[in-house]
């Protein structure tokens, strides 16, 4: 396992996706801090008007297009040079192959989070708000990784099954707007991309009951396993079809 | 040159781009009818074709510039992908053709794809029976979304050729659709540097935020606008062709 997520690491590690991972919070914190600053008089509830403002479209929207590109990247290089078919033919079970992808693909979206609270807290140091730094936007943003592993296990086995870069990600916009439906709907712990926008709060910031929460944390879990069994057994049971 | 265009459809033929690119427009399509019926039980004045314009229009901000990167990306990577960029280039063909053919190829499938999407709010609009039919109005439509269209396309076919990795395309893409989705919260001398933003700008109607409720208002075609977004695309093409074209394979 520990030789899989090496393997894994080596082809990221000159692959500049840093750069990618890291565009995406510095643009949501900036456009949201540029419209905290402007409308002051409305957003009265320091960090929290600030969280809404920054984390509204990075959470919502963004958030599980990174992760689709960052999927696709992790595939990429299988799906090239007949790639599949010697990965397949090494002495390394399918399991492992998939979980290092879950891994290290997490490992780029927790990056990608931390970075965002980093410059969160920066924001609203700069914007000199006066409450303190509220700790359970943290909590929120551990959350919100915990929902992208299941959107991540989703991507994978999406990612694993086409070989254009682009198309996972096409439809993971898609997906995005189901969410949306769904969590309006009041059926978001069902879905991986709702789950999402619960986690972070983003769209409410309202505690979650004791309830929800042991729901939101068993339905992560539950997606994960459930596309990690799903792309585990395809690898090991479909034959690899490679132009 | 009409044969290097009719090389790239043969080409695609089997990738289904057209489908897929209908399919996602419907999704953002149903969301945004689903959007105005809401808006119109709760105000019953914005059942009229200005919302569904603006809507729409709005949405293509966030919509397009990820759905133009994936087109792009598409018609741009089998070549890195079959390292068949440098086959290519040894035929009797120039790059020049190679390249215009490929912008022509994704283009048009934009285009239809902006077409769709007109047939789809003309036969919502006729569903809900909203008075008249501001053909000007779509006809400014399609010519907005068309020229901003143009111009992302442009951008993202000189990032998708000259970056082999798509992510760094794609993630162009994300960052348009961010822009094109959050330009109304820009000051306009911001927002006219940025591509993306024009699809907003470029719309037949705006909604005017007033007390208690807003309304939806006309918004007269801006030549001024119309022309810096085509002369944005001429300089993203030009640029990417130069670029791609000096760039040793």
Not at chain 2, 158 to 172: E, G, I
Request: net charge positive; aromatic share 12%; charged share 10%.
């Amino acid at each position: 396992m520990m030789r899989s997520i090496s393997a894994e690491w080596l082809k990221m590690r000159r692959s500049k996706m840093t750069l990618i991972l890291a565009a995406l919070p510095v643009v949501s914190v900036l456009i949201g801090s540029a419209n905290y600053y402007l409308n002051q008089e409305a957003l009265q509830n320091d960090w929290l008007s600030l969280w809404t403002q920054v984390s509204l479209f990075y959470g919502e929207f963004f958030l599980p297009i990174l992760i689709a590109i960052c999927c696709a990247y992790a595939c990429r290089l299988e799906h090239m040079n007949q790639n599949w078919k010697m990965i397949m033919a090494a002495p390394i079970s399918a399991a492992h192959l998939y979980l290092a992808k879950l891994l290290i693909t997490g490992m780029m979206i927790l990056f990608a989070q931390a970075m965002f609270l980093g410059l969160y807290w920066l924001a609203g140091t700069l914007l000199f708000l006066p409450s303190p730094f509220p700790v359970k936007t943290a909590g929120w943003v551990m959350r919100g990784w915990a929902a992208s592993l299941s959107i991540i296990a989703l991507q994978l086995e999406l990612s694993l099954r086409f070989r254009s870069f682009a198309v996972p990600i096409g439809i993971n916009l898609c997906a995005v707007f189901i969410g949306l439906g769904m969590y309006i709907n009041k059926l978001g712990l069902f879905f991986p991309f709702s789950l999402l926008t619960i986690g972070m709060s983003v769209l409410s910031q309202d505690k979650l009951a004791a309830m929800e929460n042991l729901l939101f944390w068993l339905m992560s879990i539950a997606f994960v396993v459930i596309f990690a069994s799903i792309s585990i057994c395809r690898l090991k049971n479909n034959d690899i079809v490679q132009a | 040159m009409s044969s290097t265009i009719a090389l790239e459809y043969y080409k695609i033929r089997r990738k289904n781009i057209g489908l897929m690119l209908i399919l996602f427009l419907l999704v953002e399509m149903t969301w945004a009818f689903m959007a105005i019926s809401m808006s119109i039980a709760r105000n019953p004045d914005h059942a009229a074709w200005e919302a569904v314009l603006f809507n729409i229009s709005y949405m293509n901000g966030l919509f397009m510039p990820i759905v133009s990167a994936i087109v792009v990306s598409r018609i741009c990577d089998m070549e890195h992908k079959g390292a068949t960029w440098k086959m290519l280039a040894a035929t009797n063909v120039s790059r020049t053709q190679l390249y215009a053919a490929k912008y022509v190829c994704a283009n048009s499938l934009l285009l239809i794809g902006i077409l769709a999407q007109t047939a789809l709010m003309i036969g919502f609009g006729w569903l809900q029976k909203f008075p008249g039919m501001p053909f000007g109005q779509f006809m400014q439509f399609v010519a907005g979304t068309a020229a901003v269209t143009l111009a992302v396309a442009a951008l993202q076919q000189w990032v998708s050729m000259s970056v082999k990795n798509q992510a760094f395309a794609l993630c162009l893409g994300m960052i348009g659709g961010f822009f094109g989705l959050t330009a109304g919260l820009f000051p306009a001398s911001a927002r006219h540097l940025l591509i993306w933003s024009y699809y907003l700008d470029l719309s037949p109607t705006i909604y005017v935020y007033s007390e208690p409720v807003g309304a939806y208002a006309a918004q007269p075609f801006a030549f001024g606008k119309m022309t810096a977004v085509l002369m944005m695309a001429a300089l993203s093409y030009i640029a990417g062709n130069i670029h791609v074209n000096r760039k040793e394979i």
